[in-house]
């Protein structure tokens, strides 16, 4: 029963990523290198977000837990960036990315107690699924440098971790209850 | 007699050596623990009394390892690619955690030597 409350949820969620047309053509390694970079950012913006509005532990552990993974994984990738010597490409895909990030963040500042924090845990379950389905299946295969193939293996493992507690923070909150 | 002397000095130099053997102090061994891919690997490891564990962050993501009961011990935060020892003189299990993705764990047992 728990896991058709999560999977519910994580189908509404996600059903609000898939408007853009998440990565539905191929990008080139500097438009993905971009695009990994904005989701990472923008993830890192929910969870201050969290910080500032939730009471949660669970939740504010899980933001302070995305500010840092993401921090340390988009600081690789700046690293990454500038020993290539090359620029990250801004595409429709960051754009929606950002816009569809506005458009959340301006909903879930009229939230609060726990309608917040059942918000912003099912949108980080939602949005780490449709970026781990998307690194996972698109972004890595279509990669033609290898450190950032590389890159990107990393991250998802990290990724991966969060969608998991994520879950688990869903789980714990009893948002259907 | 002067054979007999020479017995007794080699025996008693051998006792000395012995005695010495057996009371130095255990010089301890230093293991590795490896973090990667969100997993401490070994995940069980048995060591000996006086013993360090090297633990090393392979991952990205910045872990830690602390013991669960009280954190009796603690590495602190280990980004990519940095290292803690940890130096095990009591005997017992040590069960340990990442404090930043609480759910990995794993156990150190430590043995009297």
């Given at each position: 029963m728990k896991l058709i409350k999560i999977a519910a949820a994580a189908a509404v969620v996600a059903a609000s990523f898939t408007a853009p047309a998440f990565a539905e053509e191929k990008m080139n390694d500097l438009e993905i290198a971009h695009t990994a970079y904005t989701a990472g950012n923008l993830d890192i913006r929910y969870a201050h977000l969290a910080l500032a509005l939730s009471e949660n532990d669970a939740v504010r552990e899980f933001a302070s837990v995305m500010i840092r993974d993401h921090s340390a994984v988009n600081d690789e990738a700046v690293a990454l960036i500038q020993k290539l010597d090359v620029t990250p490409q801004d595409n429709g895909l960051s754009q929606a990315l950002v816009k569809g990030a506005a458009e959340k963040r301006a909903e879930f500042v009229?939230?609060?107690g726990k309608a917040f924090d059942c918000?912003?845990?099912?949108?980080e379950l939602g949005y780490h699924q449709i970026v781990n389905q998307t690194v996972e299946g698109k972004f890595i295969p279509w990669t033609t440098v290898e450190p950032l193939t590389a890159l990107l293996e990393d991250a998802l493992v990290t990724f991966k971790a969060h969608e998991k507690h994520a879950e688990n923070m869903v789980a714990g909150l009893h948002c259907g209850s | 007699m002067h054979r007999f002397g020479q017995i007794c000095g080699a025996l008693s130099g051998a006792a000395f050596s012995l005695m010495l053997a057996?009371?130095?102090?255990?010089?301890?061994?230093t293991h590795q623990v490896i973090i990667q891919k969100f997993e401490f690997v070994p995940a069980n490891l048995t060591i000996k009394r006086g013993d360090t564990v090297e633990f090393v962050n392979k991952d990205i993501a910045p872990h830690t390892a602390s013991e669960e009961s009280d954190f009796l011990w603690d590495t602190g935060e280990l980004v990519r690619n940095q290292s803690a020892r940890i130096e095990f003189t009591k005997a017992g299990t040590s069960k340990y955690f990442c404090v930043f993705h609480p759910h990995m764990k794993?156990?150190?047992i430590v043995t009297a030597n």
């Amino acid at each position: 029963m728990k896991l058709i409350k999560i999977a519910a949820a994580a189908a509404v969620v996600a059903a609000s990523f898939t408007a853009p047309a998440f990565a539905e053509e191929k990008m080139n390694d500097l438009e993905i290198a971009h695009t990994a970079y904005t989701a990472g950012n923008l993830d890192i913006r929910y969870a201050h977000l969290a910080l500032a509005l939730s009471e949660n532990d669970a939740v504010r552990e899980f933001a302070s837990v995305m500010i840092r993974d993401h921090s340390a994984v988009n600081d690789e990738a700046v690293a990454l960036i500038q020993k290539l010597d090359v620029t990250p490409q801004d595409n429709g895909l960051s754009q929606a990315l950002v816009k569809g990030a506005a458009e959340k963040r301006a909903e879930f500042v009229k939230l609060s107690g726990k309608a917040f924090d059942c918000a912003y845990a099912q949108n980080e379950l939602g949005y780490h699924q449709i970026v781990n389905q998307t690194v996972e299946g698109k972004f890595i295969p279509w990669t033609t440098v290898e450190p950032l193939t590389a890159l990107l293996e990393d991250a998802l493992v990290t990724f991966k971790a969060h969608e998991k507690h994520a879950e688990n923070m869903v789980a714990g909150l009893h948002c259907g209850s | 007699m002067h054979r007999f002397g020479q017995i007794c000095g080699a025996l008693s130099g051998a006792a000395f050596s012995l005695m010495l053997a057996c009371c130095a102090a255990y010089a301890g061994q230093t293991h590795q623990v490896i973090i990667q891919k969100f997993e401490f690997v070994p995940a069980n490891l048995t060591i000996k009394r006086g013993d360090t564990v090297e633990f090393v962050n392979k991952d990205i993501a910045p872990h830690t390892a602390s013991e669960e009961s009280d954190f009796l011990w603690d590495t602190g935060e280990l980004v990519r690619n940095q290292s803690a020892r940890i130096e095990f003189t009591k005997a017992g299990t040590s069960k340990y955690f990442c404090v930043f993705h609480p759910h990995m764990k794993a156990e150190i047992i430590v043995t009297a030597n």
